[in-house]
Antibody, heavy 119, light 109 residues
Framework: QLQLQESGPGLVKPSETLSLTCTVS??????????WGWIRQPPGKGLEWIGS???????YYNPSLKSRVTISVDTSKNQFSLKLSSVTAADTAVYYC???????????WGQGTMVTVSS | QSVLTQPPSVSGAPGQRVTISCTGS?????????VHWYQQLPGTAPKLLIY???NRPSGVPDRFSGSKSGTSASLAITGLQAEDEADYYC?????????FGGGTKLTVL
C-alpha cells in the first residue's frame, strides 16, 4: 500500500533554511487527482497546514508562511520537498507529509520528523 | 487562534457517548466545503477518521460518526473505549487554504 516517509536534518540553525523530502512508495506521485502536502505540529500544539503541490508543480501555500516556503516535486524520484527559509525557534515542530484527496482530506500520512531550530 | 473552533477537552466514561464540535464560518464549513476528522494517538501521526463530513475510511469502527449542519460539524463516538483516548482534529477548506481546528483532547475516565 502507499507509504510516505519524511527525511532531512533534525537540527537547523536560526536564520538558515529547513529542507525536508517526502518519499512516496507503493504508488506513483503522478497519480491524477491527488495533491501532496506538508503539515507541521509544534510540541504540545495543534496541526498547521504549510502547503500543497500537484505532480505538475502547481502549488498553494498557507499565507502566513508563503513568503518563506517553497514546495517542489520530483516525479522521477517519486518525491516532493519542502524548503522553509529564515527559520526561528517558532519553526520547531514535527513535520508531516501527507496525500491530499480530491475532497481535501489528508488520507495517508508519513510518520513525521522532528525538526529543532537551535544554535 | 484557529479558523475552526473546537473545545480543548472532552471526557467520558467507558461505554458512554461523547461528541466533539467544530465551529467554522460562512467562508469554510458554511460555504459547503467538506469537514474531515483525524485521530492522533500519543506520539503518532494523525489518522483520517471521517472524511466528507460523515464517511468512514475502511477499518474505522462504526462507533465513530460525523455530521455537519450550517457552519458547524460534529464528531460522535459511541461505546467509548480506553483506546479512544487521543487528540481529535477537524479540518476543512477556506479561501484557498486548508484549515485545521485547534484540536480536542478526549479523556476516557
Amino acid at each position: 500500500q502507499l507509504q510516505l516517509q519524511e527525511s532531512g536534518p533534525g537540527l537547523v540553525k536560526p536564520s538558515e533554511t529547513l529542507s525536508l523530502t517526502c518519499t512516496v512508495s507503493g504508488g506513483s506521485i503522478s497519480s491524477s487527482s491527488y495533491y501532496w502536502g506538508w503539515i507541521r505540529q509544534p510540541p504540545g500544539k495543534g496541526l498547521e497546514w504549510i502547503g500543497s503541490i500537484y505532480y505538475s508543480g502547481s502549488t498553494y501555500y498557507n499565507p502566513s508562511l508563503k513568503s518563506r516556503v517553497t514546495i517542489s516535486v520530483d516525479t522521477s524520484k517519486n518525491q516532493f520537498s519542502l524548503k522553509l527559509s529564515s527559520v526561528t525557534a517558532a519553526d520547531t515542530a514535527v513535520y508531516y507529509c501527507a496525500r491530499l484527496t480530491p475532497r481535501d482530506a489528508f488520507d495517508i500520512w508519513g510518520q513525521g520528523t522532528m525538526v529543532t531550530v537551535s544554535s | 487562534q484557529s479558523v475552526l473552533t473546537q473545545p480543548p477537552s472532552v471526557s467520558g466514561a467507558p461505554g458512554q457517548r461523547v461528541t466533539i464540535s467544530c465551529t467554522g464560518s460562512s467562508s469554510n464549513i458554511g460555504a459547503g466545503y467538506d469537514v474531515h476528522w483525524y485521530q492522533q494517538l500519543p506520539g503518532t501521526a494523525p489518522k483520517l477518521l471521517i472524511y466528507g463530513n460523515s464517511n468512514r475510511p475502511s477499518g474505522v469502527p462504526d462507533r465513530f460518526s460525523g455530521s455537519k449542519s450550517g457552519t458547524s460539524a460534529s464528531l460522535a463516538i459511541t461505546g467509548l473505549q480506553a483506546e479512544d483516548e487521543a487528540d481529535y482534529y477537524c479540518q476543512s477548506y477556506d479561501s484557498s487554504l486548508e484549515v485545521f481546528g485547534g484540536g480536542t483532547k478526549l479523556t476516557v475516565l
